[in-house]
């Protein structure tokens, strides 16, 4: 009957040495506690990166750096031959053109949500945004595997490819045949997956502009463009990039939905029509069946995709830091 | 210290274990797994034993076996003898099937198109690019294809169907085996990669003018359209029961080691080049010696009850002979 006796301790005569040390022990195991949970985090970075590295290893020793530089990559041949520059291209450019698409898009949305958007309609916009973000990644792969895949190889493709035909370097970026499985198609779900983390993020800085800065441009004449353009997103810049880094570090790792349109070819291809690759994909597909070699060569790649997403992450908060340095000057 | 004695009696609340007994638990290729689990409602309908059986992979169901994590392993690319007598494992052909390829063609059914072995071997090196290729003509003078690129779908996991593909062409297309070989993942030359059997038939569902192979009871559950093919007597045969028996006829179970055999581009009028048989692999003396002989219990009901289920959906049946064999593998070579 613990709690009746530390009742009635309490209730009895003051013991000040007493109290004192049963706050302090609380105080400390509280201390130690949060502090056990953080340095926890640590630990387990600590030991991804551990046994990655391990695993890696006999991948890392037996290529070194040409597994960067390498565009082969065929398991079966004796001895096997690993290259993850098919990868490597096909993450990057997947990425680059996601958000080129999101980026736009995904602000232009936030500012029709904070600026122009009558009050009605916010809540149903904003709404459909955050439900974009719960749909889980399987069913942006199907979506794309079933429909829009094979709408984008029946009419946009085969439009761009005549658009473009004999048009130099443009031509051989959109160069045919049109694929129902292509780095194009994957590039353009993860643009629709990243979406309402930069829309929202976006939404979140915005409404933190002063209403003074604003009014005051309104005040001397400004357009919706130019207050948008000089005051908000200037104000804003450091948390808007902040959510585009996030997107970007989603588009890099993100795994079901482009394993299932990318088309899984490790060949390097200039046409972004063709299919290709990326990091996570590979591993996904290949990782159940892989041994020896193969296996450390996919660990490997996870590495490097590990290590891809630090650099970005780290870019980012770079940046912000020197954003933010400028903006208190 | 009222929170570390709470935390204390939290801990010592106790799981109970079940006394049910455990479901025979399986791994490993997706090839065979229609029947499988068709064998597996029967049985547990006729004995209330369930079997698990996950359809992850030839490779890693021979990973599954290795670390002990099953009671058997299932794999379409047989392990040669010396790696079975290294791992203490035996294995033995479950039962046999075919793999086709097929075709997503506007206008033209199944078994209209006609392909051989070089053609096909050709056609994933990425050196028939197009429909109305003149090699493709020669075989189909009386088809109209299409002028259209060809879309190869191919599988981008390892794979054993893969590598009974591989393996025909191999034997059918000099360049194929000088450049790609054989294997359950290769390097391949052209083509889409998609997962597992179901993801190829999936791909060719949705794709036209796209080419692919899967186990026969995948094309013919989602309703693809196979070619026929050219065997090695230079006769165009139907995939059919038939053609499937006509080449497992003969193999020569009695003198393979470990049952290793591969029936690829067998010789015979009426057999159908790229039949395969799917593989069990077990423990010689398992930690679980119980499961093992519920395992063997199940094998044994599969082959004495399962033939016509089998043939249901396609799949050839191991003959008697030959199970006999197999049932003398068990007493010999299992422990109990």
């Known amino acids: 009957m613990a709690v009746q006796s530390d009742v009635m301790e309490a209730a009895g005569p003051y013991d000040r040495a007493r109290a004192l040390s049963a706050f302090k022990l609380g105080d400390v195991t509280f201390y130690w506690l949060t502090r056990a949970c953080a340095i926890s985090v640590l630990l387990i970075l600590g030991g991804i990166i551990l046994s990655l590295i391990v695993g890696a290893w006999p991948a890392i020793r037996e290529y070194g750096f040409s597994f960067l530089f390498t565009s082969r990559w065929a398991p079966s041949a004796d001895p096997p031959v690993l290259g993850a520059l098919g990868p490597i291209y096909g993450t990057l450019i997947t990425s680059v053109i996601a958000m080129m698409i999101a980026i736009p898009v995904g602000i232009g949305i936030a500012i029709f949500l904070t600026e122009i958007c009558p009050i009605w309609l916010r809540r149903p916009i904003g709404l459909a945004v955050e439900l974009l973000a719960g749909i889980p990644s399987i069913i942006y792969g199907m979506w794309g595997f079933f429909v829009l895949g094979p709408f984008l190889a029946n009419s946009f493709q085969p439009f761009m490819i005549s658009i473009f035909d004999g048009v130099p370097v443009l031509g051989t970026i959109f160069a045919g045949p049109p694929s129902y499985l292509s780095l194009f198609n994957a590039a353009l779900i993860l643009a629709i997956m990243v979406l309402p983390f930069i829309t929202s993020i976006s939404v979140d800085v915005f409404k933190t502009v002063p209403p003074v800065l604003k009014e005051a441009a309104y005040g001397v004449g400004c357009t919706t463009w130019e207050v948008v353009r000089n005051v908000v997103i200037p104000y804003t810049r450091v948390g808007v990039i902040g959510g585009v880094m996030l997107a970007l570090g989603r588009a890099l790792g993100e795994t079901m939905a482009v394993t299932f349109i990318i088309g899984n070819s490790f060949k390097i291809s200039s046409s972004i029509f063709a299919p290709g690759t990326t990091i996570s994909a590979a591993i996904a597909s290949e990782f159940a069946e892989s041994d020896g070699l193969h296996q450390s060569g996919l660990i490997l790649l996870g590495l490097l995709l590990f290590v891809l997403t630090f650099f970005v992450l780290s870019a980012a908060r770079l940046m912000l830091m020197r954003l933010e340095k400028k903006a208190g000057n | 210290m009222n929170f570390i004695k709470t935390i204390v009696a939290a801990g010592l609340v106790a799981a109970s274990t079940s006394a049910f007994a455990a479901d025979i638990t399986g791994a490993g290729a997706t090839f065979p797994f229609p029947v499988y689990s068709k064998w597996a409602d029967a049985y547990k309908k006729e004995t209330g034993n369930g079997l698990n059986y996950q359809s992850i992979g030839s490779g890693a169901g021979i990973k599954q076996i290795l670390a002990k994590t099953v009671t058997f392993g299932a794999t379409d690319a047989p392990l040669k003898a010396e790696a079975l007598e290294k791992d203490g494992l035996v294995q033995w052909p479950m039962v046999m099937g075919a793999i086709v390829p097929v075709v997503n063609l506007e206008g033209i059914k199944s078994g209209e198109l006609v392909l051989s072995g070089e053609v096909l071997g050709d056609i994933y090196l990425g050196k028939i690019k197009k429909w109305d290729d003149?090699?493709?003509?020669?075989?189909?003078?009386?088809?109209?294809?299409?002028?259209?690129?060809?879309?190869?779908?191919?599988?981008?996991?390892?794979?054993?169907?893969?590598?009974?593909?591989?393996?025909?062409?191999?034997?059918?297309?000099?360049?194929?085996?000088?450049?790609?070989?054989?294997?359950?993942?290769?390097?391949?030359?052209?083509?889409?990669?998609?997962?597992?059997?179901?993801?190829?038939?999936?791909?060719?569902?949705?794709?036209?003018?796209?080419?692919?192979?899967?186990?026969?009871?995948?094309?013919?559950?989602?309703?693809?359209?196979?070619?026929?093919?050219?065997?090695?007597?230079?006769?165009?045969?139907?995939?059919?029961?038939?053609?499937?028996?006509?080449?497992?006829?003969?193999?020569?179970?009695?003198?393979?080691?470990?049952?290793?055999?591969?029936?690829?581009?067998?010789?015979?009028?009426?057999?159908?080049?790229?039949?395969?048989?799917?593989?069990?692999?077990?423990?010689?003396?398992?930690?679980?010696?119980?499961?093992?002989?519920?395992?063997?219990?199940?094998?044994?009901?599969?082959?004495?009850?399962?033939?016509?289920?089998?043939?249901?959906?396609?799949?050839?049946?191991?003959p008697d002979s030959v199970v006999k064999l197999i049932e003398k593998t068990w007493t010999a070579e299992i422990k109990s």
């Open chain 2, 134 to 318: 003149p090699a493709i003509a020669n075989l189909n003078p009386k088809l109209k294809l299409p002028t259209d690129a060809i879309t190869v779908v191919r599988r981008s996991d390892g794979s054993g169907t893969t590598f009974n593909f591989t393996d025909y062409l191999s034997k059918s297309n000099a360049e194929w085996k000088a450049k790609v070989g054989l294997g359950t993942a290769v390097e391949w030359p052209t083509g889409v990669g998609a997962k597992g059997n179901e993801g190829v038939a999936g791909n060719i569902g949705q794709t036209k003018n796209a080419i692919g192979y899967v186990e026969y009871a995948y094309a013919k559950q989602n309703k693809l359209t196979y070619a026929a093919m050219v065997n090695k007597a230079g006769k165009t045969v139907q995939p059919t029961v038939a053609s499937f028996q006509a080449a497992a006829a003969n193999a020569d179970w009695e003198k393979a080691p470990g049952y290793y055999v591969i029936l690829t581009d067998q010789p015979g009028e009426t057999s159908w080049p790229i039949t395969a048989a799917t593989f069990i692999l077990m423990h010689k003396s398992a930690t679980d010696k119980a499961a093992s002989q519920e395992a063997i219990k199940f094998f044994k009901w599969s082959f004495e009850k399962g033939g016509k289920m089998a043939e249901d959906l396609d799949y050839i049946p191991m």
